[in-house]
């Protein structure tokens, strides 16, 4: 793998068995933390499964040109410094490389003393030690669940973001763009920027949260957040129609999109569109914190679950950090910051920086990080989707996309006795597809707790298992086997076969 310039040629055989410490997640709180890390000489390696630095915000910011400076603005092509820190640094980059399992490694008392991590990329698999791990997996889209999202001609306004990105790709055709977030002002302002006919943006938001939004108006005043929320808000209301106060929403047609439904002002409205891009939102991404046995917890401003982390980002289970906004949406300033203070905290655990050095070098970064989420709470209380837009009323609405699983299916397994999650897995195989619940975790909470009077803390989450993602068998066989390893399987067979059954089964 790479020091300094990246590069994809080498496979992830070239890697060491060994790191101080591996980094998953090249966006803004990754590069932050391994670039700190490699600073104070830690064997740092960074894994992330796209092919060059930058994560969600600053997708491809190494590749881009002057031209995307302008097209997708000021905030993106901040990434350019942070990226170019990263490969100045002596940490190694493995990119196009998927993390898929975290287990951690015991020391002759018990203790955790490090974890090997599951890598693969290109076809091939690797467990890679390291004493600490930090996680910076970012955040999710948060499900929107509408009759036909699954229709072609309907996706995520993230999903068209990243091909504007990566390839330059700028959407044909007549393109609707509904929902809430600030995210959804940003892409609708980047697409018409980059030509595409953008015949409406119907707004979500609904009415009563100015006025919850408007208790924490002291903090958004003096935020960057109010400049540029103005900026884009103007942009996008001059360029095309902004309608508000949209309370129902559906994507019609047959086998495909035509026509894109709404409900405002007590009436029903519609329009002919070739493209729906839906947003509402960022959530933690806690597949990976959940799987490794993170403590999490319910946050109403933000209305998801997270993992618990310390000051120092530091997760519930040993020698395990978190950072970024897969802890907690904060924004890609306070991802990178939250980065710093996370390799400073490893670092110390692994005895590269005295505490008191530790300390001093986190004072400034903890003032830039409070007045980086200067805004957040009135942003959290502005955009906080409405429950019809996260608890689909309709019962023939599809939740868990991988299985077509239904709203009303989902609440007639409630009535029939599934209580949370993961009972629900045993009825309908809900969030048990390629996508590990990411695109239906949280609905399946929310419908659940909707229909038990209770509320999401008291319902859970799904209980997750590695691989967290698709790997192939070949991969997974061709791992070396360790003699535990060896040991868990054969007794696991001994417990349910006699060991004459062993005995035939060895090959002839
Ligand atoms: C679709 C989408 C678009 C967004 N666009 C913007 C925007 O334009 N402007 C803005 O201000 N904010 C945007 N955000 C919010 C934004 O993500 C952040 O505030 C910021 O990027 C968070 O930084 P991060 O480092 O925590 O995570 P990210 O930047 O999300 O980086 C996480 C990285 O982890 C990698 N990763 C995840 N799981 C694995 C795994 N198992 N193995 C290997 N790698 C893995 C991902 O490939 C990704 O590169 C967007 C969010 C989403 C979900």
Redesign the pocket.
Known sequence: MTKGRVSTERGIADLADEYDVIV?????????AATTLAGTNARTLL????RT???????AITLAQPVDRQR??E??WRGRSIAEDFLRSEAEYAPA????SIQPLQGDAGQTIGHEVG?SSNGVARLIQARQVV???????RPFPIPGWTLPGVM????A??AL?TSGLVPSGKVVIAGTG??LY??AA?LIEAGATVSAVLDTTPRENWLRAFRHARGFLVSPYLAKGLKLLQTVQRRTRVIRWVSALAAEGEGGLKEVVWGAGGREHRMAADLLLLHQG?VP?V??SNSAGCAHEWDEAQLTFRPQVDEWSASSVAGLAL?????G????????I??RIAGLGCASRLGLVAPAERDRLAVPLRTSLARAMRGRRFLDELYRPAKAFRVPQDPDTIVCRCEEISAGQIRASVSAGAGGPNQMKVFLRCGMGPCQGRLCGLTVTELIADERSKHPSEIGYYRLRFP??PLRLHELAALPQTETAKVAVLADLADTHHPADLNERKPQ
């Open positions: 998953v997640g090249a966006g803004p709180a990754g590069l932050s894994v992330d499964e796209n630095p930058g994560g969600q915000i600053y997708r997708l603005g905030d993106y490389t998927t993390a898929w890598l996680l910076a997996t970012g955040a999710l889209e995520t306004a993230g999903a973001q990243i990105k600030p995210l940003l892409l980047q960022v991404n597949n990976f950072a970024g906004d897969g802890t949406i904060g924004g890609a300033e306070a991802a990178a939250q980065g967290i993602k």
